[in-house]
Nanobody, 120 residues
Framework: VQLQASGGGLVQAGGSLTLSCAAS????????VRWFRQFPGKSRALVAA???????TYGDSVKGRFTLSRDNSKWTVWLRMNNLKPEDTGYYLC???????????????WGQGTLVTVSS
């Protein structure tokens, strides 16, 4: 199983980006997915999360600006980020809980980080 995060880039404050987190390989289901932001020298922060059924939750700093969605036919989660601020800058990492079969325990997989840079 591989988890691929992509979509980062350089954007001006007020701009938008959409990150994606896609799982590939041989597995049964991708359940909860979380997005974290990390910047060198700072602690990792939970940005948003979405359940396997599509229910999202957001960190206080991104509520109203970020939107999570998913397509389980593609095992992909998207994080739409609007009205970006310089403090949103960092590496965004997705973490997914994936089951090998219907009754299997979930395993946690980490994608590589994708860098988001918001200039003021």
């Amino acid at each position: 199983v591989q988890l691929q995060a992509s979509g980062g880039g350089l954007v001006q404050a007020g701009g938008s980006l959409t990150l994606s987190c896609a799982a590939s390989g041989n597995f049964f289901a991708m359940d909860d997915v979380r997005w974290f932001r990390q910047f060198p020298g700072k602690s990792r922060a939970l940005v948003a999360a979405i359940t396997g059924g599509g229910s999202p939750t957001y960190g206080d700093s991104v509520k109203g600006r970020f939107t999570l969605s998913r397509d389980n036919s593609k095992w992909t989660v998207w994080l739409r980020m609007n009205n970006l601020k310089p403090e949103d800058t960092g590496y965004y990492l997705c973490v997914a809980k994936i089951r090998d079969s219907e009754d299997a325990y979930e395993r946690e997989y980490w994608g590589q980080g994708t860098l988001v840079t918001v200039s003021s």
